[in-house]
């Protein structure tokens, strides 16, 4: 599951997701990092579910992490997508692909919902969800 | 056999044709069928090979005759959905260019659309004006049209299906937003454009077999090459058509206009040509791998004319295909503007057409010219440049230097931008006014502290232009001018740029 983790200026400078990953064990992978003084904002993706993953969510929020499961980012007009391609290369996490007919796929996992694609789509055919990452995540 | 000794005539192909008999394949099958039988084989049992293209083709337009109204007006301005069509023609023709930009909304809706729209069979918005006269009293018209109300919708496109076309990408350190896509900093992406292996010109590359007169799928309906297109530039391999075709036959799932982000308007038009297998040399062409055609991907950072943009590495079209490209050891992500999977689309049309007999083939009234290449534009007249108008005393200050020290030297010579040199002249970095007073509020001690390090920088030989251009990009009001070893030699700002402007006006 991929969740965005939002730390407020009180904690932003504690090791939480490094202590959530020693203590779970669980291989989380930053997909995507805004750190400065005042907060941080992490896209990361938990290899796991159920009550493990629960596990997971409660300890960043007992640290103080606001957390926000992302569910759908993105929405593509299959009507208007040529499958040209302009919006593969500038995807930070190859989340939008061609598959072998060149058709154009997309990750929902990949996706970071940095809205990149947005602009780069000559065909106006794809969309940023607008609660794309703001759907608070089920609490345990 | 002699490699251009005739195997088969267009009218012996076109015969078999009529007859059902015709062997007709699309370039990837041919591709396959010379890599098993080899190409000697494949030649002798091919008759076609069918190519196809989609992608963004901006020298595209329509010549358009809307019908006189009551009373009659020689329309001397139009719009159609506010997007102006040319009216240097005759009363009621003109010409809706695919690159036009509509005047209320922008980037986001141009002439490529309302081609898309018509071919559509949309209704659209038509206003023209005029000065009147005896002959055509009306000045103003105001209605709506679709295509079936007019008399002709010509496409006439002045260049279509480059041969190949150069990749790009990125060495500044910001986003681009150009025609050839996003271009994320830093080699940050690879775009490129381009059939390759399925494009017309690259399945007859000598142009044997196309040429003036020959007929084609254009847009989902029938067209004709006119002639080389614009910028053809054979001796380089980049050659390029001029064509034409019916509007009103076509379809818009093969013509769609397409918006690129902080660039402007286009029309992506899907082209397809048969290429006959008149004799072996043909065939051998049309059986190139993308592996085996190249372009250059070249850098559009440095903002020159595009053949002056450096060259950042030589790779084929197999390579850009991949997704992936090595530039300077790193991987970097590529891919693609013009759809392939559309262009393989059209190739698979065309030769069903041919196939049932829908479509046969012609001889070039004329081959297209093989010698030739581009010509750039020469700027005769004077353009003032940075030396003109830069200030050659330039107050620097080392890296060591205390703020305070620096902020002094800002009152008493009257500036704003304090560059920041080695002991030989060298810049190493910029403090502004802005900079200092922070760093005193914020009690910081030295220059090297504070500086900004990653400092935009002008050349003597560039134009104003340029540099204006730049320092609003980077929203800044001054830029140190700096020789090949980075020595500075001046300094130029918004305010000797405003300047100039003010006194070029007041001396008209």
């Given amino acids: 599951m991929r969740v965005r983790l939002i730390y407020s200026p009180d904690v932003v400078e504690k090791p939480i997701l490094a202590e959530v990953i020693s203590k779970t064990g669980l291989l989380i992978n930053i997909l995507e990092a805004k750190v400065d003084a005042q907060k941080g904002e992490l896209v990361v993706s938990i290899p796991s579910s159920g009550k493990k993953l629960e596990e997971a969510i409660a300890m960043f929020r007992r640290a103080g992490v606001k957390v926000e499961e992302i569910k759908e980012t993105l929405k593509i007009d299959r009507e208007k997508c040529i499958s040209c391609g302009a919006c593969i290369s500038p995807c930070p996490t190859q989340a939008l692909q061609l598959d072998s007919d060149w058709t154009l796929k997309y990750d929902e996992e990949k996706c970071v919902a940095c809205g990149t694609c947005v602009h780069a ?15 608070e995540a089920r609490s345990s | 056999m002699k490699k251009d000794e005739c195997i088969r005539s267009v009218r012996e192909i076109n015969e078999k044709i009529k007859c059902g008999d015709a062997v007709v394949l699309t370039a990837e099958e041919m591709i396959r069928l010379a890599e098993s039988s080899g190409v000697k084989a494949a030649a002798e049992e091919v008759d076609v090979v069918t190519t196809g293209t989609f992608g963004a083709m901006c020298s595209s337009g329509v010549f358009l005759n809307f019908g006189h109204s009551d009373p009659p007006i020689k329309m001397t301005e139009c719009w159609l959905n506010d997007v102006p069509v040319y009216k240097g023609l005759a009363a009621v023709d003109g010409y809706l260019g695919a690159a036009a930009l509509s005047e209320t909304r922008g980037f986001e809706y141009g ?16 206003r023209a004006e005029s000065y009147g006269t005896d002959c055509y009293p009306r000045r103003h018209v105001e209605t709506t049209i679709t295509i079936e109300d007019l008399n002709q919708a010509i496409l006439v496109n002045p260049r279509n299906c480059y041969q190949r076309y150069n990749a790009a990408t990125n060495s500044s350190n910001r986003v681009l937003h150009t025609y050839m896509g996003t271009l994320l900093p830093n080699y940050g992406n690879v775009m490129f454009t381009g059939a390759g292996q399925l494009n017309p010109l690259c399945k007859d590359w000598n142009y044997e077999t196309i040429g003036i007169g020959t007929r084609i799928f254009l847009g989902g309906g029938v067209g004709y090459v006119i002639g080389e297109g614009t910028q053809h530039d054979p001796q380089s391999g980049f050659g390029t058509l001029m064509i034409r075709g019916d509007l009103k036959r076509m379809n818009s799932r093969y013509l769609k206009g397409a918006s690129f982000y902080k660039y402007g308007v286009t029309l992506y038009v899907g082209i397809g040509i048969p290429i006959p297998i008149i004799n072996e ?12 055609i190249t372009v250059e991907i070249r850098d559009y950072g440095v903002p020159s004319r595009p053949d002056r943009r450096p060259v950042v590495k030589r790779v084929t079209y197999a390579d850009l295909r991949s997704g992936k490209v090595y530039i300077n050891g790193r991987k970097i992500p590529s891919s693609s503007l013009s759809s392939y999977k559309m262009a393989k689309e059209i190739s698979e049309v065309l030769k069903k057409w041919i196939l049932e007999g829908l479509f046969l083939l012609t001889e070039p009234v004329e081959s297209l010219p093989r010698k030739g290449s581009l010509k750039p534009l020469r700027v005769r007249r004077r353009e003032p440049i940075v030396r003109d108008l830069m200030r050659r005393e330039v107050i620097t200050a080392k890296p060591n230097e ?13 500036i704003d931008h304090l560059p920041v040199t080695t002991e030989d002249g060298r810049l190493v970095g910029i403090v502004t006014s802005w900079d200092l007073a922070r760093a005193i509020a914020e009690r910081r001690q030295v220059l090297s502290e504070i500086m900004t390090r990653r400092v935009i920088t002008a050349q003597e ?4 232009d340029a540099v204006a251009w730049r320092m609003a990009q980077h929203n800044i009001s001054g830029m140190p001018v700096v020789d090949e070893e980075r020595k500075v030699v001046g300094i130029i700002t918004t305010d000797d740029v405003s300047k100039r402007l003010v006194e070029g006006i007041s001396r008209r």
């Fill in chain 2, 402 to 414: 205390g703020v305070e020290e620096a902020a002094r030297k800002l009152i008493v010579k009257e």
């Fill in chain 1, 121 to 135: 789509c000559p065909f106006d055919a794809i969309t940023l969800l607008e609660d794309a990452g703001k759907v």
């Fill in chain 2, 461 to 464: 030989d560039e134009t104003i």
């Fill in chain 2, 111 to 126: 002439g490529g659309h309302v081609i898309e729209d018509l071919v559509s069979g949309k209704e659209i918005e038509l």
């Fill in chain 2, 281 to 292: 040399r043909v065939a051998k062409t049309a059986t190139l791998r993308d592996d085996e």
